[in-house]
């Protein structure tokens, strides 16, 4: 862990106003919380991006209940694991619906030929992507948006939106290309 400077006052997140004393809760707990997205997620990065979301959420519970909160630490810990809970579930979902899509295309489960038309165009446009654009469109198709991409892959959403969409521009005329065969 690094040292870092002393907060005294509210900064700006991402997620919105942390106050300083839940920073230095936040600090405290890093080893305990990467620990945590370790054997949870096995992803420290989404672990850091969480926790300083949970830091935001707590210092609104904090301005917003004055006196409530008596155990800092544990409540920012606590609102942590259901971030990361929350995040597992993410995955797990699109997991699930990824296999499933995967399971009916091999069964020759799907409906009408327009619905296996579509599947087979979606499948070999994930497969021309790079993987970083796979992930990001996958992630599109379970509802995420580009500021919850960004924030699980720890970039800003701007450059997640405008690498994702360099890269459809570019993959566009190559389909087009073979589909006017």
């Known amino acids: 862990m690094t040292n870092q400077p002393e907060i005294v006052a509210a900064y700006l997140d991402e997620w919105g106003v942390v106050a300083p004393e839940v920073h230095q809760a936040a600090v405290a707990l890093r080893e305990q919380a990467e620990s945590y997205a370790r054997a949870t997620l096995h992803n420290e990065d989404a672990g850091h991006t969480l926790l300083a979301k949970a830091?935001?959420?707590?210092?609104?519970?904090?301005?917003?209940?004055?006196?409530?909160?008596?155990?800092?630490?544990?409540?920012?810990?606590?609102?942590y694991k259901r971030q990361v809970l929350a995040e597992l579930e993410k995955e797990k979902s699109r997991e699930r619906i990824l296999a499933e899509g995967a399971s009916k295309a091999r069964s020759g489960q799907r409906g009408d030929s327009a619905e296996m038309d579509q599947y087979i165009l979606v499948q070999e446009l994930r497969k021309?992507?790079?993987?970083?654009?796979?992930?990001?469109?996958?992630?599109?198709?379970?509802?995420?948006?580009?500021?919850?991409?960004?924030?699980?892959?720890?970039?800003?959403?701007?450059?997640?939106?405008?690498?994702?969409?360099?890269?459809?521009?570019?993959?566009?005329?190559?389909?087009?290309?073979?589909?006017d065969k």
């Open 128 to 179: 021309r992507m790079n993987e970083r654009t796979r992930q990001v469109f996958d992630l599109l198709c379970l509802g995420h948006s580009f500021e919850e991409i960004g924030s699980m892959l720890g970039k800003s959403s701007r450059a997640i939106r405008n690498n994702y969409y360099e890269q459809i521009a570019r993959l566009k005329p190559e389909l087009s290309g073979e589909m």
């Open 55 to 79: 830091s935001a959420i707590v210092t609104r519970a904090l301005y917003d209940q004055p006196g409530r909160i008596t155990n800092l630490r544990a409540y920012l810990f606590q609102t």
